[in-house]
């Protein structure tokens, strides 16, 4: 499938995918296209039941919790089936739902991972052409748009305590993945609780699998945290961050730019970036919401945090900077708009339910979903106005996808498309 010549523009700094072309309505990776859950899409449904207002529903086998990304009409989400072993790449008609191919790309040897964590949690890639997933191991494989496997990478053996539930990106003729991972074998602490230098960035060429660069953190500690490519005085740099660590490098060579240390681990979710700034929090132990100033070189933890809030920081769901505002939802369902210059809340609101999904802005509004399987549609404005909410009653852990005026969620069960 060929793609159209469209880049993707926000009103804020630099966002940008830096991949191959898409579609303006494609919803290519997490998060979307610039990976900070933005969607320039309007006229977007704002009622829906698990009955109401519901294109399709279509049963999706096996477990997994990626999110479902859309590629004109397709839509991709990957499983892992036979008890997690057998890895597998699913592509369905956009406008109908139906299954078009689900395809074995490897089996994986099962490891360890948390409760709330699955064996295909990491959320495909594609740039038009293929499409890129990651599983559990740490094994990669790239797909045409007709199923064939392309490639596979299976050189990097990856364990973490927690497994493995960060995804891949894009950016120009790389597919690059973060590794941060805890030691496997002899004292289990090691990576996760006591810092170590064992974390990997990996970029490879995106048409054959070949390995391009390898990046490295330094010290720090297990995290699952899915970068963003931005700009920086007309300069790419990749924003990623991990257990005691937010940090630049650069996304053509690996090469570290800038890092400020910040106590925590476990870290989950992604920065977001919006008028000079970096948003990132800090994972367990110390949690701590940070805003970090761009242009920075080297260790710049003591010249470059603008701000830093402690109230309410989310452990798994990754913010939204939109409107000129940060907002956020912690896992036990309480919201807040903070002014996004000095980090102080602007309102708090407790609005329901379990988080684990990251929340997305689209056509002026912010959207979450609940655990349950609620979402709260809300004004992205200073002060709390509720919209809408509606409930698919399933069990819900991975985020939205939008697309052409229409939603995707991705339950426990099915995948729903909501709108015409």
Request: aromatic share 10%; net charge neutral; charged share 20%.
């Amino acid at each position: 499938m060929k793609a159209l010549a469209v880049r993707f523009v926000l009103p804020t700094l630099l966002l940008a995918l830096c991949g191959a072309p898409l579609l303006a309505e494609d919803w290519p990776r997490f998060r979307g296209p610039t990976g900070q859950g933005i969607s320039a899409e309007t006229n977007l449904p704002t009622q829906w039941s698990a009955t109401e207002n519901i294109a399709w529903k279509t049963p999706i086998p096996g477990q997994g919790w990626s999110s479902p990304i859309v590629a004109g009409d397709r839509v991709f989400v990957t499983t892992a089936a036979d008890n997690g072993i057998s890895c597998r790449v699913l592509c369905l008609d956009r406008k109908t739902g139906q299954i078009l191919w689900n395809k074995e790309v490897f089996q994986q040897t099962l490891k360890r991972k948390e409760g709330k964590n699955s064996f295909a949690t990491p959320t495909p890639v594609t740039d038009g052409s293929l499409v890129y997933a990651v599983f559990c191991d740490g094994s990669i494989a790239a797909l045409d748009f007709a199923g064939n496997i392309v490639w596979t990478y299976r050189e990097y053996k990856y364990y973490s305590q927690h497994g493995l539930g960060n995804s891949p990106i894009l950016y120009e003729n790389l597919l690059i993945m973060c590794y941060d991972p805890s030691n496997e074998t002899g004292d289990k602490q090691v990576g996760w609780k006591i810092p170590w230098d064992k974390a990997l960035l990996l970029a490879l060429d995106k048409k054959t699998g070949q390995e391009k660069w390898r990046g490295k953190r330094g010290l720090s500690r297990i995290a699952h945290v899915t970068p963003v490519i931005i700009r920086d005085n007309d300069k790419p740099l990749m924003i990623s961050a991990a257990g005691d660590t937010v940090q630049a490098h650069d996304p053509n060579t690996g090469d570290l730019i800038w890092r400020i240390y910040g106590q925590g681990e476990g870290l989950v979710p992604s920065p977001v970036v919006g008028d000079g700034l970096v948003f990132s929090p800090s994972g367990f132990e110390k949690p701590t919401i940070r805003a970090i100033r761009l242009g920075g070189v080297g260790d710049v933890t003591k010249t470059h945090i603008a701000w830093e809030q402690t109230a309410h920081v989310p452990m798994l769901s990754s913010f939204v900077f939109a409107n000129h505002l940060l907002f956020t939802i912690k896992e036990d369902g309480f919201a807040m708009c903070l002014d996004p210059k000095t980090g102080k809340p602007l309102w708090q609101q407790r609005i329901g339910g379990n988080h684990c999904a990251s929340p997305i802005f689209a056509d002026g509004r912010i959207y979450f979903l609940s655990e349950q399987g609620e979402s709260t549609i809300i004004e992205a404005v200073p002060e709390f106005k509720l919209i809408a909410k509606n409930s698919i009653n399933e069990t819900c852990q991975a985020s939205f996808a939008v697309s052409q005026k229409q939603l995707f969620i991705r339950s426990d069960r099915n995948l729903f498309c909501i709108g015409k």
